[in-house]
């Protein structure tokens, strides 16, 4: 399936739209598409239309019909992601997006070697959004994933899963039976033993990724995979 491109504009069939200039650059110079070129955009309203490039300067294209491609998951799923050193925290962040994570939630806990605030958290947040866009586009999905600013522990809203470094009960087996909307994971430094009192009395389970070490990365994006196949999605 060829990737999506989103506009946000109004559009139907037979209309002629100028592409907004952030996507139209993009278009125009970095994939370089020519007058006849025919994409998929996604429109106001999360719908998708096949549009054909009719000039480049400006860059405007006719809307040629409405489609019902996309790859969006037909579950949601909330996940809760450490903060992260370097650029691991972009890297998790596409990929959630590419796995068919719903929503990502960065949060601030007590063993996180990063710590964000203020400006720095909120631009960062920015920055990470751009990133899930980007992702969904490349990935064909129509609806937008959601990155919230950065959190503390949840503190209401549904139960879910947290990935434990301790062992425990398998994942693939609490995943199975609780089959979760919402699993959290924990940063470099694990999970504070405060933190996991509090995620239990809140009724959240622990899962178990077994016995060899993962990195915070490695473990995010491969307890997300167990999740999603657990709650039927993505074939894995």
């Keep these: 399936m060829s990737r999506l491109y989103r506009f946000d504009l109004a559009m139907a069939p037979g209309e002629t739209v100028r592409v907004p200039e952030r996507q139209a650059h993009h278009l ?3 994939l370089r598409v020519g007058v006849g070129a025919r994409l998929v955009a996604v429109g106001l309203g999360e719908r998708a239309f ?3 490039v009719t000039s480049l300067d400006p860059l405007t294209v006719r809307v040629v ?3 019902t491609v ?3 998951p037909a579950v949601a799923l909330e996940v809760w992601v450490p903060l992260l050193k ?5 890297d998790v962040v596409r990929q959630l997006v590419e796995l068919g994570a719903s929503r990502i939630v960065p949060f601030q806990s007590a063993h996180a070697v990063v710590r964000l605030d203020g400006k720095k958290a909120s631009l960062r947040r920015e920055r990470w959004q751009e990133i899930a866009d980007l992702a969904t586009q490349q990935c064909a999905r129509v609806r937008p994933v959601e990155v919230a600013a950065v959190s503390s522990l949840p503190e209401g809203g549904d139960a879910g899963v947290f990935f434990w470094e301790e062992p425990g009960p398998l994942a693939r087996d609490v995943l199975a039976e609780a089959a979760p909307s919402r699993i959290l994971f924990g940063p470099e430094g694990g999970l504070a033993a405060r933190e996991v009192e509090a995620l239990r009395g809140m009724g959240w389970r622990s899962a178990w990724l077994g016995p060899r070490i993962l990195k915070a990365d490695t473990a995010t994006v491969a307890g997300a995979a167990l999740a999603l196949s657990a709650l039927g999605e993505g074939g894995y």
């Design 65 to 67: 019909e409405e489609t």
């Design 50 to 52: 096949v549009v054909e």
């Design 28 to 30: 125009a110079h970095v």
């Design 70 to 72: 996309g790859a969006d």
């Design 86 to 90: 370097g650029g691991k925290s972009d």
